[in-house]
């Protein structure tokens, strides 16, 4: 069960980064500060914002859109879809990287020399990114494997965490759209605990559900659009 201890190591470490993190956030640095110096603030934290939104949006058009895409949805095979997805989950899978608990060497890479500010920057800039629509399919949807992959999410509760529309929140992923070869390995992943969480539900939840129950599931996100 080395597993579980790893993801309780996991889990703890991220909980006193992320909490690390807010606290030394502008926000929280301006509620520590005297009540006489509130009313300007509003002002400077805006403009500090607007200069750090305008830098790491270039940071990512340099460094990240070669393979994520400049509006945060590539061709590449294999490459997450980052439209639409919240700024806490990113910033923890960023988190994750740094600290070489997922095993990606590219990005593991790009992540390592992130200063705690780096890790808010890019998050807080791709948590403006909006969703992007999947290209439209290159053959008719399976609808029965439609159909019973809405079921799966009905009853592997994939919908209670990532919504039902699948659109996630906070710390949770965008599902819905993402790529499917992504969404297939990301699960598989979880099963076998080869891909660590910040908390055990992934891998609780997945841990019986077969395998090819597991295709069906990334088939259906993947091609999922909200009503």
């Known amino acids: ?40 603030a ?27 895409g400049a509006n945060g949805r590539s061709d590449i095979a294999g490459v997450p879809v980052l439209a639409g997805q919240p700024s806490l ?13 997922r095993n990606n060497e590219a990005m593991i890479a790009l992540a390592k020399p992130m200063q705690d500010a780096d890790l808010r920057g890019f998050s807080d800039f791709i948590g403006t990114l909006p969703p992007v629509p999947a290209p439209a399919a290159s053959a008719p949807l399976d609808a029965a494997r439609m159909s019973k992959g809405q ?18 929140g906070q710390g949770v992923a965008r599902i819905g759209g993402q790529k499917e070869d992504y969404v297939r390995t990301t699960l598989h992943g979880f099963k076998s605990g080869d891909r660590p969480g910040y908390t055990r539900a992934m891998t609780e939840a997945l841990s019986q559900v077969p ?5 069906v599931l990334a088939y259906f996100v993947a091609n999922f659009t909200a009503k």
């Not at 790491?56 to 070669?66: K, N, P, Q, S």
């Not at 079921?151 to 996630?168: E, I, R, T, Y």
Request: aromatic share 8%; net charge positive.
């Open 1 to 40: 069960m080395g597993w579980r201890r790893n993801a309780v190591a996991v889990s703890v470490s991220i909980s006193a980064a992320l909490a690390s993190l807010a606290a030394a956030t502008p926000a929280y640095a301006q509620a520590k500060k005297p009540a006489a110096r509130a009313a300007s």
């Open 42 to 68: 509003p002002a400077s934290a805006a403009t500090t914002g607007k200069v750090a939104a305008a830098e790491y949006g270039e940071r990512f058009r340099t460094v990240c859109a070669a393979c994520h």
């Open 89 to 101: 989950y990113v910033i923890t899978q960023l988190f994750l990287f740094r600290e070489g608990r």
């Open 151 to 168: 079921a799966l999410a009905q009853q592997h509760k994939c919908v209670f965490c990532h919504g039902a529309d699948l659109s996630g």
């Open 211 to 215: 395998a090819a129950d597991l295709d």
